[in-house]
């Protein structure tokens, strides 16, 4: 039975090293780890992908499959050795006293089985419970993790909920043996943002109901703020800096530390005056470590003959409780100078409007019965009513979560699908109506796109330099062949890739490089309108900096027009100079990127920017949840589409937000928005992100303040 | 002279190392499930100070390790049998195993340079190197290598004619000497005589060059078949997949047995059915490499001009040569010879020359032959098909497919380039297992008397003929059997390595 006496560390992991055995080498994943968590204490596990983040949890689960193996050190739990357990032993563990939440909801549920089912068998298992026992237990989880109707769900199969419910369902099994630990692997990567918000408000208030300790692995640092009491950065397999959330964000002792912070885009970061910092060269590969500092060759601050002579040990900062850093010159390092001069970029004037969208409607017929098609018809509003413009030089961002239509605008600006009504008007010609087949080569290479995923955007059976040149061909650049490989060299000098790549697989390049092909194949063409899908949503942090400004530096050498498709609203504050809100396929604000970051604020867009994590512990910030989940576009709610959802629904008189689409309304110039408010609502809003003290924010900040 | 024995001289000391290594093997095997039942288990692996991995092995590894020398001692008496047979002059030295070892002299030859070559540049060989990190692949690769090199080796190989008689030796047991043939033949009847005298290790080498041509061709042109409509049907979706799935459901539930009975019935070869359905199945194939080297080279017209029509008007003539036995040139030759002599009673010259000239390119193909490839074709296409579909399906969601689209591609440059080289992994698999298939299915068909030649020495048909007196003289069917199993496994085992190294990328 569970040792409830015991008041030690829950984890107490001590120079932990984890390494996996190939057939032709050792690759170690993890060395020298060590971290420890109390009870009740929330800690947070950051890093870019492949530093070893979940093998650390893997490795605390004691199930590092065939491969890989503890080389090193120790992991306790609550005082003891899980390394030396037996299988049987681990077996209690697990699952009753150390539960883990994955990052995809629908690989940890049983498909075919009923929710309410397999919640009770954890009970059932680990405590041996009757079955009413178990059943009362489960009911008293999903309502604790706020799921509505209960009952309903526990006779639910996981296919019938949503990404955020099934996220829920995760967590309540993860509850329902009342854990000490509990380790959430990337929990809400894969929801949406407002869906994240609301499932973090709830790990939070969970984990002081039941007083589990956490071990939360994440990428985002704004994230681990929200969620942790103490953080833990790693690099290349090892913990760089360890401390308290506060110590380590505001006083970083770390070059690794620093150079993370300084590559995202916080809310004082302006592509004009301050941009962002990219960490220089690649991650290192496992087994090409450098020797002494991992960071080494990355860092400003290197020395040779100190940092690459010797192994280096963790050190204690002195003065803060528990805050150590794996660098041997953190006592000598400036940590307060300023962001050695950044090279300040001219903003390109914006020019003639490119593009115009007007009222534009995608409707999609899906037919109710699969046997007879005949039958009745379903519409799907997809796009309702769009209307905007695009300059040249300009960059519009269009802000929404999953479903809100953003990815049918691009299609139909493709051409992939043609409108049911309205216009799309590019250099005074309609497009909307013309599929891409029936399309001049001009207006195609003139709209293009880049795609989201790295690993998918380019074919991996052809080399690079073909699939450019495929492009090339296409659009009917060049007079032969020479002529043609010379202008796709001259793009990969555009992107910044040697030209030795030509002749790669992309199989052979990281996630960055091949977004930077995807940007080449792109602008192949001359594009002038170039349509990105959240073109580093999926990158480390480190390279999507670097992407973000090689994106911004091509279009102010291109004059394009950048659509730049997005959920996270810190990247869009940084780069955009407007913003288009989107949800359930209305545009429901529109406005420059100040209008749009300050009140008065469309209701959703409120929710929107509040669910935005930030990693900067000095903003204050509201905390708006919203309830429920987007709802489905098969069957969107009567009236104002975010009615369901909407906190400020009290401040209209009357039903009107459930009977009537609320019109456009004119905020100020270029600002409008879609919703029934009165002026005297809309301008009793107060911001939801407060910056403090405007002598940290750039001047262009301020204006964003006052605006 | 006397029958050869089986293992000639080097019998009286290697049959008992033999024998020994199998009571070893038995032994191991039984201790180790006795001592895996009382619940002792295999080593675990250690980790050193020093971070290498070491074992601390107990009797269940020792019975382990017992099983794996008795398997290597007894596969190396095995390879000195074979050494022994081709170093050893006198036939009665040699023995029988010996004596065939010998004659698969240029099979061994061959198979140690590839292996040698293959594994010294195996990282610059892409996925076929990478076979040889797997002990699996590389045993299967070896099996189908050694009857794909017997079938190129076979006139080298063979000690008689496939259909010499020598009537003398009807069912003789292996290791006769011959007498009564041709003064110049082998001295021996290795494996023995058949029903009629023939050779039967002679017609289990010749065998294998006829059913190692039909097999991988047939299954190649159901590939092209397939893939030619399930990337359509996958890409393009709607009626067309609709129809063409309800087509390839109806040709699936049809009994293949019934089918080929059908095919080969004479009322149905006179209709012309099997000419009908080769017109519609080779024709096939050339759409698909036009389609492939158009949508391709489109922008480049010299290509198209100088390698894409040359090659695809080959084809169509190779294509109407065989399938038709029409040659075009021959026919507008006649056609304008008798332009000229407009007039002159020439018709029946026209007919006549047009009748005794041959195609210029085209195979002629046996009447029996024709039906075996299309039925084998036809029954095999409806799965490639399926499997076709299914992988486009999930392919073309992918954003590079996305990509061609938004740049304009054309609906046939996406599946051939961008959808199909993809599909490649699971394809090459099931090349593999599919020869395997239409091995077994080209020895049913041989074993029911359908389609081949019954003289043929044709594995299937070999087993059928020796199942009469099975039980009187089982020599005679054994060898093709074992033929026919050995190279299925092979085929089996190479595809479950293909499987795994393209995996594993």
């Known amino acids: ?707 | 002279m006397d029958p050869l024995t089986w293992s000639g001289s080097l019998g009286p000391f290697l049959n008992p190392l033999m024998l020994g290594c199998v009571l070893v093997f038995v032994a191991a095997f039984i201790l180790n499930i006795v001592m895996s039942l009382i619940g002792m288990r295999q080593a675990e692996p250690i980790v050193n100070a020093d971070h290498t991995i070491s074992y601390r092995l107990g009797a269940p590894d020792y019975m382990l390790l017992a099983m794996k020398w008795a398997v290597f001692v007894f596969l190396g008496a095995i390879m000195i049998y074979i050494l022994g047979g081709i170093l050893q002059p006198s036939m009665e030295a040699k023995g029988i195993i010996g004596g065939v070892g010998a004659q698969f002299l240029p099979v061994w030859i061959s198979l140690i340079v590839i292996y040698a070559l293959s594994i010294r540049f195996k990282r610059r060989l892409g996925l076929y190197g990478k076979l040889f990190d797997n002990l699996i692949g590389m045993i299967g690769f070896g099996l189908v290598m050694f009857w794909v090199l017997t079938a190129i080796f076979a006139p080298m190989i063979a000690t008689h004619g496939p259909i010499d008689v020598i009537s003398g030796l009807r069912n003789d047991p292996p290791g006769t000497p011959v007498s009564g043939g041709p003064e110049d033949a082998f001295p021996y009847y290795l494996l023995g005589g058949d029903a009629l005298g023939r050779d039967v290790f002679s017609r289990m080498v010749a065998g294998a060059r006829e059913v190692l041509t039909i097999a991988p061709l047939a299954t190649l042109f159901a590939f092209m078949v397939g893939i030619t409509l399930g990337l359509p049907a996958g890409y393009l979706g709607s009626r067309l997949d609709t129809f063409i799935t309800f087509i390839a459901n109806m040709v699936l539930a049809f009994p293949v047995i019934l089918l080929f009975y059908l095919l080969v019935t004479p009322e149905i070869i006179e209709a012309g059915v099997p000419v009908y359905m080769a017109a519609v199945l080779f024709v096939l194939p050339i759409g698909f490499l036009w389609v492939l080297l158009y949508s391709r080279f489109r922008a480049q017209p010299h290509i198209i001009k100088w390698v894409a029509i040359p090659l695809v008007l080959l084809l169509t003539l190779f294509y109407l040569g065989t399938v038709f036995r029409f040659d075009p040139i021959v026919w507008l030759a006649t056609s304008f010879i008798g332009y000229l002599n407009q007039g002159n009673p020439v018709g029946e010259w026209m007919q006549t020359t047009r009748d005794s000239y041959e195609p210029l390119i085209g195979i002629n193909i046996d009447g029996n032959l024709l039906i075996v490839f299309v039925s084998v074709v036809f029954v095999n296409s409806p799965t490639v098909y399926r499997i076709v579909r299914g992988l486009v399906l999930d392919i073309k969601t992918r954003d590079y497919v996305a990509a061609a689209q938004t740049r304009g591609e054309g609906p046939w440059y996406i599946m051939l380039w961008e959808i199909l080289p993809n599909a490649r992994g699971p394809l090459i698999v099931d090349f593999c297992l599919r020869i395997g298939y239409t091995t077994i299915l080209l020895g049913t068909l041989g074993f029911f008397g359908l389609g081949v030649d019954p003289e043929s020495p044709n594995w299937g048909s070999t087993i059928n003929e020796g199942r009469r007196l099975l039980t009187v003289y089982p020599h005679p069917p054994l060898p093709p059997a074992l033929a026919l199993l050995t190279m299925v496994l092979g085929l089996n085992l190479l595809a479950d390595g293909l499987r795994e190294e393209s995996l594993k990328d």
């Open chain 1, 1 to 707: 039975m569970k040792d409830d006496t015991y008041d030690g560390p829950i984890l107490e992991i001590d120079s932990l090293s984890i390494s996996f055995f190939t057939r032709l080498r050792e690759i170690p994943a993890v060395m020298d780890f060590s971290c420890r968590v109390r009870p009740g204490e929330a800690m947070g596990l950051v890093g870019e992908s492949g530093c070893g983040k979940s093998t650390v949890a893997l490795g605390v689960m004691q199930d590092l499959g065939v491969n890989g193996r503890i080389v090193g050190g120790s992991i306790k739990f609550k005082g003891r050795e899980l390394n030396d357990m037996s299988p049987t032993e681990l077996r209690h563990i697990r699952g009753r006293e150390i539960a883990m939440i994955y990052q995809e909801p629908m690989a940890s549920l049983n498909p075919a089985m009923k929710i309410g089912k397999q919640l009770m068998e954890v009970p059932m298992i680990h405590d041996g419970v009757g079955e009413k026992e178990a059943y009362a237990r489960a009911l008293e989880v999903v309502t604790d993790v706020r799921l509505p109707d209960p009952k309903r769900m526990l006779d639910a199969y996981p296919h019938q909920l949503s990404g955020g419910q099934q996220q829920r369902i995760v967590i309540a099994m993860a509850l329902m043996a009342n854990p000490s630990l509990l380790i959430l692997d990337e929990p809400t990567t894969a929801l949406d943002v407002t869906v994240e918000a609301a499932v973090v408000e709830l790990v939070k208030d969970l984990g002081k109901k039941y007083g589990t300790s956490m071990l939360f692995i994440s990428h985002n640092l704004g994230l681990v703020l929200e969620t942790c009491d103490r953080i833990c950065v790693m690099y290349s397999g090892e913990a760089v800096e360890t401390g308290s959330i506060e110590d380590v964000f505001d006083k970083m002792r770390h070059p690794y530390t620093q150079a993370l912070f300084r590559s995202i885009p916080l809310p004082g970061a302006d592509k004009h005056s301050r941009p962002l910092v990219a960490i220089p060269g690649n991650f290192p590969l496992p087994h090409e470590r450098p020797p002494g500092c991992n960071f080494g060759p990355r860092c400003d601050y290197f020395e040779t003959g100190r940092c690459d002579a010797q192994e280096i040990k963790m050190h204690n900062v002195e003065g803060d409780e528990r805050h150590r850093s794996r660098c041997i010159r953190f006592e000598e390092i400036d940590w307060n100078a300023p962001i050695a001069a950044s090279i300040k970029q001219e903003k390109a004037p914006i020019g003639d409007v490119v593009l115009k969208v007007d009222n534009l409607k995608k409707y999609y017929e899906v037919a109710a019965s699969a046997l007879f098609s005949s039958g009745q018809k379903k519409v799907v509003k997809a796009n309702e009513t769009l209307s905007f413009e695009a300059r040249e030089s300009e960059t519009l961002a269009i802000v929404g979560e999953s479903g809100c239509g953003k990815s049918t605008l691009a299609k139909v600006l493709m051409g992939l699908e043609t409108a049911t009504d309205g216009h799309v008007v590019l250099d005074n010609r309609s497009i909307e109506a013309v599929p891409i087949e029936e399309r001049g080569t001009k207006t195609i290479s003139s709209i293009q796109m880049v795609f989201q995923n790295p690993f998918d955007t380019l074919n991996p059976s052809m080399t690079v330099g073909r699939q450019i040149i495929r492009a090339l061909e296409v659009f009917k650049i060049g007079k032969n062949d020479a002529e043609r490989r010379q202008r796709m060299l001259d793009l990969l000098d555009l992107v910044k890739l040697p030209r030795a790549f030509a002749d790669r697989m992309p199989r052979q390049l990281s996630g960055g490089q091949k977004q930077r092909v995807g940007i080449a194949r792109a602008f192949a063409g001359g594009a002038r309108i170039v349509v990105a899908d959240e073109p580093v949503s999926a990158l480390d942090v480190s390279v999507q900096a670097a992407v973000t400004d090689l994106l911004m530096e091509i279009q102010r050498n291109e004059k394009t027009t950048l659509l730049f498709i997005s959920h996270d609203l810190s990247i869009v504050r940084y780069l955009s100079d407007r913003v288009m809100v989107m949800y359930l396929g209305h545009v429901v604000e529109i406005g420059s990127t100040d209008q749009i970051f300050s009140p008065p604020y469309h209701p959703y867009t409120e929710a929107l920017l509040s669910a935005v994590p930030i990693a900067d512990t000095s903003v204050k910030k509201r905390h708006i949840v919203l309830e429920g989940d987007i709802p489905s576009a098969m069957n969107p709610p009567p009236g104002c589409p975010f009615q369901t959802r909407c906190r400020w629904k009290s401040e209209v008189p009357g039903n009107l937000c459930e009977t009537e689409v609320p019109p456009m309304k004119t905020l100020a110039t270029g600002h409008q928005s879609k919703c029934h408010l009165s002026d005297e609502v809309l301008a009793r809003m107060e911001p939801v992100i407060e910056m403090p003290g405007a002598e940290l924010a750039a001047p262009a900040v301020e204006n964003k303040a006052e605006a």
